[in-house]
Nanobody
Framework: QVQLVESGGGLVQAGGSLRLSCAAS????????MGWFRQAPGKEREPVAA????????YYADSVKGRFTIARDNAKNSLNLQMNSLRPEDTAVYYC???????????????????WGQGTQVTVSS
């Protein structure tokens, strides 16, 4: 089974950028559809972005469209989330997740994902 480790979180001022990475090991990365989720204090976990195994199909939450970009490199077993124009409301723990599904599958539903990383904190100050 795949293990996922996120990195790249930190403290940034509003309007700034961060790039999150998710390193996968222990499995064939290209076998997994991938997603980013986040959870702010006192709130439920919510989807941020998702990408199919082939990288062609993507999903973005309305709140991040035009600001965040999800990308994967199957050769490097890595998933990235480029976050621009960050806002205080983007503050949360960000998780990457993997779903062993079909080649074009992608999903914003956390129940579809089998494997999760430990999360990385993103804090955006105003």
């Amino acid at each position: 089974q795949v293990q996922l480790v996120e990195s790249g979180g930190g403290l940034v001022q509003a309007g700034g950028s961060l790039r999150l990475s998710c390193a996968a090991s222990g499995g064939t990365f290209s076998s997994y559809a991938m997603g980013w989720f986040r959870q702010a204090p006192g709130k439920e976990r919510e989807p941020v972005a998702a990408i199919s195994r082939n990288g062609y199909w993507t999903y973005y939450a309305d709140s991040v469209k035009g600001r965040f970009t999800i990308a994967r490199d199957n050769a490097k077993n890595s998933l990235n989330l480029q976050m621009n124009s960050l806002r205080p409301e983007d503050t949360a723990v960000y998780y990457c997740a993997a779903a062993q599904r079909g080649w074009t599958f992608y999903s914003s539903n956390s129940n579809d994902y089998n494997y999760w990383g430990q999360g990385t904190q993103v804090t955006v100050s105003s």
